[in-house]
Each structure stands twice: as C-alpha cells, then as structure tokens.
C-alpha cells in the first residue's frame, strides 16, 4: 500500500507569490491535516479535512486555505507568501474522523521563501 | 487551551542503554490520547506509540514503552537497548479536536 504522497517535495518561491501544495492520502483514508514546522514554532496544525470538509482551523491568516477532493486528495494554498513562511509543511491522513485513529505523515515538502 | 511541554531539548546516550524522554501536558478534558512521534533525518513522521487515557495500563510497543501519570499530567518514554537508528527527534503530542497538538521535541543522539 503506498504512504501518503506530498509534492513537491522542495520549493523555493519569492515574496509576493503564491504556492499550492499537494498531498495524497494513502488509499481508503479519508481525513487529511496540515501542519506547519518551523525551528521557532515546531509543530502547528494548519486545518483538518474530512469528506472534503474542513473541520478544524489552526490559529493562521487567511493567506493560508486548503481544500479536499472527492478522492481525498488535498491541496494547501499560501498566498502573498511571507519570509516567515519557509518551513516544512507535513500532511498526514487517517482512516476515519480524528486523530485517535493512527495518523500517517508524508515526507513533507520544504517551501523556502526568499 | 491545551499544551504540551517537552523540558529536554537534547539527549544523548551510549548503544544498548535505557533513556527515558519527559513530556507534560495540560488539558481540562477528561479523555484524550496521547502519542510519541518519531521523526528522523529523512523527516518523515513515524508514530512510535500511543496510549489512550481512560486505559490505565501503559502502553507497550516492543523496546519502547510510557509511563502515564494521569493525574500528574506527565506521558514519559521509555526506549530500552537503545539502537544506533534511534537517533531522531522525539515529540510528544496531545490529541484534541481532530488536531495534534504538539511538544517542542527531544533531540536524541545514540552513540555507538
């Protein structure tokens, strides 16, 4: 069974510009979060998606949305992207609602903004 | 708001030896998961274990294990005969509301 896909895996954009992000889940999962890595924040939870629903929001602007697809795959957006953006940003899918079923985490993609 | 403190930056110890890496945590709720994620160079997230809190029994997943302390809010691991692959960033996270809320992490060097 393949893992949870995320590409690209590297990124390099200027202020200014926008990025999308994508992440596959692994086939039958149907929950997929976003989470933001930074040396300075560690590990923030951007959204939840659920059945192509958000269901939970982090604490960022409104530069950053995602959406789901009908075959769970999942895309985050930033737009005017910010220095302060570059980071790592990890998707992880489930089986059903919620964490307490065992996430699996891609490899993340590494955007760096200069 | 719930939060999770890991109080080691940074371990290091020798091959074939037992560490134990701390986490506390904070939440009003009465029932929640907990797990350690371990995270390697390749920065792929690997969930390590997980333990459920209305189950008092602490969880066991081969050399790694945790000491839950309810009531004391604490969620430590155990890593017994420590092996050179090991090595990686430890976090401890908290589950609420469909989200993971995260530690800052544990930087674990095993040393041959």
């Known amino acids: 069974k393949a893992g949870v896909t995320q590409t690209p895996r590297y990124l390099i954009k200027t202020r200014g510009q926008q990025v999308t992000l994508s992440c596959s889940p692994i086939?039958?999962?149907?929950?997929v979060s976003w989470y933001q890595q930074t040396p300075g924040q560690g590990l923030q939870f951007l959204f939840e998606?659920?059945?192509?629903?958000?269901?939970n929001k982090g604490n960022f602007p409104g530069r950053f949305s995602g959406r789901q697809f009908s075959n769970s795959r999942s895309e985050m957006n930033v737009s005017t992207l910010e220095l302060g953006d570059s980071a790592l940003y990890l998707c992880a899918s489930s089986l059903e609602a919620g964490v307490n079923t065992e996430a699996f985490f891609g490899q993340g993609t590494r955007l760096t903004v200069v | 708001a719930q939060t999770v403190t890991q109080s080691q930056p940074e371990m290091s110890v020798q091959e074939a030896e037992t560490v134990t890496l701390s986490c506390t945590y904070d939440?009003?709720?009465?029932?929640?998961?907990l797990f350690w994620y371990k995270q390697p160079p390749s920065r792929q997230m690997i969930l390590v274990i997980r333990q459920e809190a209305y189950k008092q029994q602490n969880a066991t997943e081969n050399r790694f294990s945790v000491n839950f302390q309810k009531a004391a809010k604490s969620f430590s691991l155990k890593i017994s005969d420590s092996q050179l692959g090991d090595t990686a960033m430890y976090f401890c996270a908290y589950d609420s509301n469909y989200q993971l809320i995260w530690g800052a992490g544990t930087k674990l060097i095993i040393k041959p």
């Open positions: 086939s039958g999962h149907r929950s």
């Open positions: 998606y659920f059945s192509e629903t958000q269901r």
């Open positions: 939440t009003s709720e009465s029932n929640y998961y």
